[in-house]
């Protein structure tokens, strides 16, 4: 009875573990075709993003699988050799695990997206809100700048007439001290 094995890969800079029954290298292997072929698609179409990128080198695979299956479906009509059958469906076989590999990363590629917009969404509106209030205190704060600029000069114009009056009330103390002396 044999037991899964639990091996670590490493897939397009992202590290998954693969329970299986299969050999060691073998799973290792071909998680290194895999990386290999989503480089090969990143490096081709360096425009596309990783989604896009890991998108794109699925539908690669998938044609491979296709050609594969058509392949499979000549050599099982024509008498071929055995051998070379069984080659096929082994690489097929194989294609099967790399695509089931592929399609739960992107999975995992597509909930990340999916969190990051809504992320992007919730900072958009926060800024925007905060964005509203710094206009609203600047408006405010230019509201009171004007009214302390009215206040000044009031204030400049009540100590004008505070002094007019102190030196009115100086020269009405004189004219009486004069009114004085002179009875």
Request: proline share 0%; charged share 40%.
């Amino acid at each position: 009875m044999s037991y899964a094995k639990r091996i670590e890969v490493t897939i397009d800079g992202m590290k998954f573990h693969v329970m299986g029954n299969d050999n060691e290298k073998y799973i290792k292997d071909l998680a290194a075709d895999l990386n290999e072929k989503i480089q090969e698609t990143a490096r081709t179409n360096y425009r596309l993003n990783q989604v896009q990128t890991l998108v794109l080198c699925a539908l690669n695979v998938l044609d491979d699988f296709e050609k594969m299956k058509s392949d499979k479906d000549d050599l099982a009509n024509a008498s071929g050799d055995k051998r070379e059958i069984m080659e096929k469906i082994e690489e097929i076989k194989d294609l099967k695990k790399q695509l089931s590999i592929f399609e739960e990363e992107n999975k995992k590629a597509n909930k990340s997206f999916g969190d990051l917009q809504e992320k992007t969404n919730d900072l958009e509106d926060r800024n925007r809100k905060l964005n509203r209030e710094l206009m609203d205190k600047n408006q405010a704060l230019m509201e009171s700048k004007e009214e302390i600029k009215k206040l000044e000069g009031s204030i400049s114009n009540l100590e004008e007439k505070n002094n007019s009056a102190s030196r009115r009330i100086i020269d009405l103390s004189r004219e009486l001290e004069n009114i004085y002396e002179e009875k």
